[in-house]
Nanobody, 120 residues
Framework: QVQLVESGGGLVQAGGSLRLSCAAS????????MAWYRQAPGKQRNLVAT???????NYADSVKGRFTISRDNAKNTVYLQMNSLKPEDTAVYYC??????????????WGQGTQVTVSS
């Protein structure tokens, strides 16, 4: 069984910064793409940023230039550095990963989510 455990959420004032972490644990072969999503109250879950196993990244337009996704493959951990936070960034942030349990066999996992609240 694989678990993704997020941490680092909290309450911050507009203009502030937070760093989210998501660590994968359990028995698996490797992790390919990792990503962060977010879901605001009453809205659908949306992609925030992705990173491949080789470090290629992609961002939603709304966070470009403010958020940075990174990963430590040795620790099976993905990070999201969030700067210049805005009230509209308030949401539950979810970690997502494609975890290979065998060659060419993978399962997509979600973390439990961590709340980020930005006050104006």
């Amino acid at each position: 069984q694989v678990q993704l455990v997020e941490s680092g959420g909290g309450l911050v004032q507009a203009g502030g910064s937070l760093r989210l972490s998501c660590a994968a644990s359990g028995r698996f072969l490797s992790i390919s793409s990792m990503a962060w999503y977010r879901q605001a109250p009453g809205k659908q879950r949306n992609l925030v940023a992705t990173i491949t196993s080789t470090g290629s990244t992609n961002y939603a337009d709304s966070v470009k230039g403010r958020f940075t996704i990174s990963r430590d493959n040795a620790k099976n951990t993905v990070y999201l550095q969030m700067n210049s936070l805005k009230p509209e960034d308030t949401a539950v942030y979810y970690c997502n990963a494609d975890v290979f349990w065998a060659v060419s066999r993978y399962v997509n996992y979600w973390g439990q989510g961590t709340q980020v609240t930005v006050s104006s």
